[in-house]
Nanobody, 125 residues
Framework: QVQVVESGGGLVQAGGSLRLSCTAS????????LGWFRQAPGKEREGVSC????????YYSDSVKGRFTISRDNAKNTLYLQMNSLQPEDTAMYYC??????????????????WGQGTQVTVSS
């Protein structure tokens, strides 16, 4: 069973930055599409950013494009999300996914699977 652990969240003022990390056990990230998803209170989980297993394709939601950067370090079996210019609307629980992720033009979603505990990002105004 694939297990992921997200970290790096916290409380930050608007305009600040955070870098989220995701490590996985039971799966080599090198061969998988990966993604970051978030869920704010009262809202559905949404795809924030996904990256293909080759690293050649990346998706960003319109709300984070130009501010967030997804990257992967296959040697460390770790996925990252660099978040700059954070805004209060970025406040959410952030989850990573390392299996059943579909990424393509305009597409960043997870078909199925259990979610980890996530890491909370809170942006104050």
């Amino acid at each position: 069973q694939v297990q992921v652990v997200e970290s790096g969240g916290g409380l930050v003022q608007a305009g600040g930055s955070l870098r989220l990390s995701c490590t996985a056990s039971g799966l080599r990230l090198a061969g998988a599409n990966l993604g970051w998803f978030r869920q704010a209170p009262g809202k559905e989980r949404e795809g924030v950013s996904c990256i293909s297993w080759t690293g050649s394709s990346a998706y960003y939601s319109d709300s984070v494009k130009g501010r967030f950067t997804i990257s992967r370090d296959n040697a460390k079996n770790t996925l990252y999300l660099q978040m700059n210019s954070l805004q209060p609307e970025d406040t959410a629980m952030y989850y990573c996914a390392a299996d059943n992720v579909v990424v393509g033009v305009g597409v960043c979603r997870r078909i199925s699977g259990y979610w980890g505990q996530g890491t909370q990002v809170t942006v104050s105004s």
